[in-house]
Structure formats: C-alpha cells, structure tokens
C-alpha cells in the first residue's frame, strides 16, 4: 500500500512538473498591433494571416525580421519577393511545398544540384529589376534631455 502510494505521488509529481515545462516553454508571439512599426513594415506580406498563424509561425518570422535590417539590400529584396509569394500560397501548396523540400534535402547534392537546374530551365530566374524594394533602415535620433 505504501509503495502504491508513493508511486502515485512520484507520477502526479511528473505529471505536474511536465506541464509546468510545456507552459514556461511556450512563447506566445505578439499580436499585430504590438509589433513595433518596423517589424509590421518587414513582415507586411503576411499581415493579413499573421492572426491565423501559429506561435511557432510567428515567433519565426520575427526572428527573420530581427536578422533582416543586417541583410544585404538584394538579400532584402529577394526576402520580401519570397515573402510575398509565400503569403499567396494556400495551405495544400505549401503543404505541397514544404513536402518536396524535404524530397530534395534527402537526395545526395548531384541529384540536387541536377534537380535545381531542371526547376531553374523550366522557370527561369526574372533578369529585369525587381518590384519590391527592401524596407529602409530606421532613422534613430538623439534625444535632447
């Protein structure tokens, strides 16, 4: 009876230190409106599904866009290109997507390489200049005071 008991307490005691894990491990990513202006500029592409999206999702992105203002500005010009066609995908292409991405990282890197090209002469890379600009740096003043 004394070790059903204390067995009993030893799992309520995981039990109960496991979820207390999970829930300090998860990271609620800020709503829209509490984003500062400049991340809301760099993720413009996905504002409309930025409420639809996952923590995981989120939390993402913004790690994307705290890297971005070091990017290059053709670095930042192809991320919001990518960005942008991204967002415009539905929830099977990119299913679709992630799915053949995963086929191509399994392969050894000739058959990659081979496949790239294949996928490069069948949709040629645009040569003319890009539409999207990269979002400018912010302007910090000093204060005064």
């Known amino acids: 009876m004394g070790q ?3 067995r009993i307490i030893a799992l309520l005691c995981g039990l109960l230190w496991s979820v207390f894990a999970w829930s300090a491990g998860k990271v609620n990513a800020p709503a829209w409106q ?3 202006p400049m991340q809301q500029q760099i993720l413009a ?3 409309t599904q930025w409420a639809g999206m996952s923590d995981v999702q989120r939390t993402r992105l913004l790690a994307v866009a705290a890297k971005y203002p070091k990017l290059k500005p053709e670095e930042q010009v192809r991320f919001q ?3 942008a066609t991204w967002s415009n995908l539905t929830k099977e292409q990119r299913e679709l997507a992630r799915q053949n991405y995963k086929k191509l990282k399994q392969l050894p890197p000739q058959k990659q390489q081979a496949v790239k090209q294949k996928l490069l002469e069948k949709h040629p890379v645009a040569t003319q200049p890009a539409t999207v600009s990269p979002v400018p740096a912010p302007v910090i003043q000093k204060s005064s005071i």
């Open 4 to 6: 059903q008991r204390y």
């Open 34 to 36: 509490a984003m500062t």
């Open 45 to 47: 592409p996905v504002a």
């Open 81 to 83: 290109r990518r960005l």
